[in-house]
């Protein structure tokens, strides 16, 4: 795009010059042409005064008319005119036209002045030149002889003139821009994008990819510094590798990307590593013929994502934006991150039954509600479970096809859209070690009991060699299901299931985020008047649209503590952050209706001099977005009625790098488990909720700062790096 800038502004700058220079050529040359028509007709007009003007004082019109013949049909002579002092027709050539003949302004003005003069003017539909010269008898004017002149030929010659000019501005244009742009690409552009890719491979350690694109006589002082800067970091690097090498086997030190790689180097002999979800990482669309892409809205891409940059590996998931397609090659691979690869993202094809049938249907309409106790009845359908495996096969077959070159892989599959998957791996290839994590709650083997196809889900689960769960409970509820349909042996001191000669262990591995101390976005607050807030006291939920996260049970809170506590109106406001979820199923469209209606219920209330109580805002907005937000924020409030674990509890901790605010936990997420300085409520009850607002926002800044240290020390010590490294370490040594 910024090169057609370049290009545009080179054609609208090389244009408006020529133009100049044309319109001044163009303009001399129509003087020169006006000036040499009104001098010759002059020298005409001089010469047949002298012969006209005795023969007009004798009155011998006939000599007149002999004289204006003889000159009659020369090449742009139209004719001549003979007046008396009265302006009276005294003697015309032939063919003059009565238009002409009757035009005598020029006429009335050069015997007024007694002087010559010329003029251009339009008749008979074309352009003339007449020119008057008075004639005289003892000093006085009696009358004028007119010449008319053909002048058409001068308008003709500039618009020939404009015409090759015109051809002549466009081929300078052309031509320009060819130059242009061949001095941008070849020039500048190509050996840019060279440099570029050099700098990106001098990051992964190839120095000498640099020292060779520094040979660019052009760039080479920049590429001279860079290389030099290149080896400093790669220096840096290597020293930081070496540590964590020395740190590998403390667990009293922090699990940080660096020690994650050194860890797959080191345990697992980089041994390829290969994950599994319906969900990309990364998605593509196209608007207005402009690609961009984005990180959807998912606590699992949250998790994963950052060990695939470590790592590396290939990520298997559905391409679900409309530019997916446009920006994979033809086996629809694509390097992740789009800004700087790490890893392979692979992405599968759906029809739209497929997708209907297997995400809509089986794993949001079925599966989901199954495994969160959130009171909305599963349904079931039998042509769902039909798409639901023949998609998990789908998922099956691709990586298989990936892997069978490579020898002993390490499978991740991730989550509850592919439970059949393990099963067919497993039984293609024995050798693969698989870990399937279930990154939802696990219900009471009552609950899963209810499912009709309950024994080929958990019979495609043990085909993995570890399942983990977010907490122990979800373990335990997972072992007592496998108990009660599933013919196995059942070590309770292992944790371990063995169905059919192979051994599952079940192992709770409580999900988190990646931590650092040094964001580039370390201590910076947003800006909250693009939100329209502008109150003392600020409050954040970030959750998808969706109907196990308690917006409703949050709002009812939120208006009870207004309530409660009137003091607070006009100095309160709350940010939802809630951007559209699953947007096919029904019971979701129902349910952002009723959040929406819900907040406007709230606001009509209790609005007052332009300042409203929640703000619902309805766009997914990237990790940088949302950091800057927990900042301002006074309270967050997460209130899952059922949630795995809900690593928005933990993106806040770890925002908090002031040490302020405070966290409002529902007991039934799981991060409740882990999180000890949040406030703990139930989120059913609004009481709970009012309150513990008002305890956050007069809570004293040391009891805050207490309590965050206390959160922040937790993800710190457990963050995604280390959940990671216990996982794969569980799966290889399985």
């Not at 370049?6 to 050529?25: D, E, N, S």
């Not at 618009?159 to 002549?168: F, G, P």
């Not at 693009?530 to 949050?554: A, H, L, P, Q």
Request: hydrophobic fraction near 40%.
């Amino acid at each position: 795009m910024k090169t057609f800038y370049v290009v545009l502004g080179t054609i609208a700058f090389v244009g408006l010059l020529i133009l100049g220079l044309t319109y001044q050529q163009i303009n001399s040359q129509y003087r020169a042409l006006s000036s040499d028509l009104q001098y010759r007709t002059g020298l005409l007009a001089d010469s047949l005064k002298e012969s006209v003007e005795p023969f007009y004082i004798a009155n011998q019109t006939k000599s007149i008319y002999q004289v204006l013949n003889k000159f009659t049909n020369r090449q742009r002579l139209l004719g001549l005119v003979v007046y008396n002092n009265k302006g009276e027709v005294v003697a015309a050539s032939p063919g003059l036209s009565k238009e002409i003949i009757d035009s005598k302004q020029t006429l009335e003005r050069a015997m007024d002045s007694n002087r010559s003069l010329g003029n251009f003017l339009d008749a008979d539909g074309g352009k003339i030149y007449q020119y008057v010269e008075p004639l005289h008898q003892d000093n006085s004017v009696i009358g004028g002889l007119m010449v008319v002149q053909k002048a058409d030929y001068i308008d003709e010659e500039i618009s020939m003139a404009w015409r090759n000019n015109l051809l002549r501005l466009i081929a300078q244009i052309i031509l320009s821009v060819l130059v242009v742009i061949f001095i941008l690409r070849w020039l500048i552009w190509k050996p840019i994008v060279k440099l570029a890719e050099s700098i990106k491979l001098s990051r992964f350690g190839k120095t000498e990819e640099l020292e060779n694109a520094s040979r660019n006589d052009f760039f080479k002082p920049l590429t001279s510094e860079i290389t030099k800067l290149s080896r400093s970091l790669f220096q840096a690097r290597t020293a930081a590798s070496r540590e964590a090498r020395m740190r590998l086997e403390k667990l009293d030190t922090p699990w940080t990307e660096n020690r994650l790689k050194e860890f797959v180097k080191t345990y697992l002999k980089n041994r390829n590593i290969f994950v599994l979800s319906n969900r990309e990482p990364y998605v593509h669309t196209k608007n207005n013929n402009e690609i961009t892409y984005s990180m959807p809205a998912s606590g699992m891409v949250t998790a994963v994502e950052p060990i695939m940059e470590a790592c590396g590996g290939m990520w298997i998931a559905h391409g679900s934006g409309n530019a997916d397609k446009l920006t994979a090659d033809a086996e629809g691979k694509i390097q992740a991150p789009p800004d700087e690869p790490r890893y392979t993202l692979k992405r599968i094809w759906l029809t739209e039954e497929e997708e209907k049938g297997h995400y809509t249907g089986f794993s949001n309409e079925a599966l989901w509600p199954l495994c969160h106790v959130s009171h909305t009845r599963p349904v079931f359908r039998k042509e769902d479970w039909v798409e639901y495996r023949r998609v998990n096969g789908k998922f099956a077959q691709t990586l298989l096809s990936e892997i069978k070159n490579i020898k002993d892989p390490i499978i991740l599959v991730q989550d509850f859209h592919l439970a059949v998957v393990p099963r067919i791996i497993k039984n293609n290839r024995p050798d693969a070690q698989i870990g399937l994590f279930w990154h939802i709650p696990w219900p009471s083997a009552e609950s899963f009991s209810i499912c009709p196809w309950r024994k080929e889900i958990l019979e495609g689960m043990l085909g993995a060699d570890v399942v983990g769960f977010h907490t122990q409970q979800h373990c335990n509820n997972f072992m007592e299901t496998v108990g009660k349909d599933i013919e196995s042996v059942i070590d309770s001191e292992q944790f371990s299931i063995t169905h059919k000669g192979h051994q599952t262990f079940i192992k709770p591995f409580p999900i988190s985020v990646a931590f650092s101390e040094e964001s580039d976005s370390a201590g910076e607050k947003a800006d909250l008047s693009k939100f329209g807030i502008y109150t003392k006291y600020v409050g954040i939920g970030v959750d998808r649209m969706d109907y196990t996260k308690g917006i409703m049970e949050r709002f009812k809170g939120i208006e009870m503590f207004l309530e409660n506590y009137p003091t607070y109106k006009g100095q309160f406001t709350f940010l939802q952050i809630a951007p559209p979820s699953r947007e096919s199923v029904e019971k979701y469209r129902e349910f952002n209706e009723a959040v929406t209606d819900e907040a406007e219920r709230i606001n009509r209330k209790f609005s007052t001099n332009g300042w409203k109580p929640i703000v619902l805002y309805k766009k997914h907005l990237s990790h940088g977005e949302i950091y800057p937000l927990y900042r301002r924020a006074d309270v967050c409030l997460v209130t899952s009625l059922h949630d795995g674990m809900n690593l928005v509890a933990k993106e806040f901790a770890a925002s908090r790098d002031d040490d302020a605010g405070v966290l409002v936990l529902s007991q039934f997420a799981g991060a409740s488990r882990d999180l000890k300085g949040a406030l703990v409520i139930n989120p059913y009850s609004a009481e709970q909720t009012a309150k513990s607002i008002y305890d956050a926002l007069n809570m004293p800044k040391l009891e805050q700062r207490r309590r965050m240290q206390r959160m922040r020390q937790t993800v710190k010590d457990y963050n995604v790096y280390r959940w990671a490294s216990e996982f794969l370490k569980a799966v290889a040594s399985s």
